[in-house]
């Protein structure tokens, strides 16, 4: 544990403070989405005043984690919080104590928890049934909120707006890929486009979503499953690794599926000036090659470092005064 710095200065008592949960970026207002965005832009550019003075944060990874855990593990020690790390073994809930139980413990203790599950985000939501601790999804299997903050305060960064934007997305639509479409569609003027493998698109229910959010701001999210007619005058180009974290795919066959859709420097025939993002980790030769991937357009490596911006604005919004946005 790392114990924190300047305890209590500037930190609200436990009791009777209501705090905020992360488990889905649909649990985000528009105001407060655009404002913990905003607000990573601002930690960036080294705004940092060590709002978290005085908390503690549990970091809780059930699954191997190099950007998301050292980000939010670094944004707490910068934000002046102290940290527990707890690795797969280190809970009760090996032994049979609910979640919900676990949670109301941690809670007398902790003020924020950032967990990795890969799992049923049920379970996050069982830590998150009470108001004293704020729970972070640092990815479940259907979603990855946090990296879509990330995505979107590196579009920020680059662009130095959201609004208007054109994005291509190209791979299978994980958890990676709903976190975004839920995310970036509540920006005025977006086109989004997704082309995925068949049988690897977003769930349906994510994308009626992500449809009506755009329609309300005069936004586009179309989703194809093949890899011609692609559009011109791209703002971004994104993929992802084709073996998610925790999953496994059914089909044995499945990188004949996949090979069509493989980032390669062609997509900028007809998109020059258009940036490259990739989560991370990347399998150079699979879902990007290398030539895109280490190549001018590539700002994957900045939007790895972004994380930790990111990071510090989630926990900042979660600790906020209830009722206001990220500060």
Not at 76 to 92: E, F, S
Not at 162 to 178: D, H, P, S
Not at 237 to 242: A, E, F, L, N, S
Not at 266 to 295: I, K, M, Q, Y
């Amino acid at each position: 544990m790392t114990a924190p710095t300047g305890a209590g200065r500037g930190a609200e008592p436990l009791v009777g403070r209501r705090s905020r949960h992360l488990v889905s970026i649909s649990d985000l207002s528009d105001e407060d989405l655009y404002s913990v965005v905003a607000r990573g832009a601002r930690f960036a550019a080294g705004e940092c005043d060590a709002p978290l003075a005085g908390r503690v944060v549990g970091a809780y990874f059930l699954k191997t984690s190099t950007r998301t855990r050292t980000a939010f593990t670094a944004a707490a020690l910068r934000l002046g919080a102290g940290v527990i790390q707890y690795g797969p073994q280190d809970l009760q809930t090996n032994t049979g104590e609910t979640s919900a139980d676990t949670g109301r413990v941690l809670s007398g203790m902790l003020d924020v928890l950032v967990a990795r599950t890969a799992g049923d985000p049920a379970e996050l939501r069982a830590w998150a049934a009470q108001d004293r601790m704020s729970v972070v999804n640092a990815m479940s299997a259907e979603e990855h909120p946090t990296q879509a903050l990330t995505d979107l305060t590196t579009l920020l960064r680059q662009f130095g707006r959201i609004e208007r934007l054109r994005l291509l997305y190209v791979g299978e639509a994980n958890n990676t890929a709903t976190a975004l479409a839920l995310a970036i569609t509540r920006f005025p003027g977006v086109e989004v486009e997704l082309r995925t493998p068949p049988g690897y698109a977003l769930p349906a229910q994510v994308l009626d979503t992500a449809t009506r959010q755009a329609r309300a701001c005069g936004a586009s999210i179309v989703e194809r499953h093949h890899m011609s007619d692609l559009p011109g005058d791209l703002d971004a180009i994104y993929t992802t690794r084709w073996q998610t974290t925790g999953t496994s795919k059914p089909d044995p066959h499945w990188r004949r599926v996949f090979a069509p859709f493989r980032v390669e420097q062609d997509l900028w025939r007809r998109s020059p000036n258009a940036v490259f993002l990739h989560d991370l980790p990347a399998h150079r030769g699979e879902e990007v090659t290398a030539e895109v991937l280490d190549g001018p357009a590539s700002i994957a490596f900045q939007q790895a470092e972004n994380k930790l911006y990111s990071a510090m604005a989630v926990l900042d919004w979660c600790q906020a005064p209830a009722g206001g946005p990220a500060r």
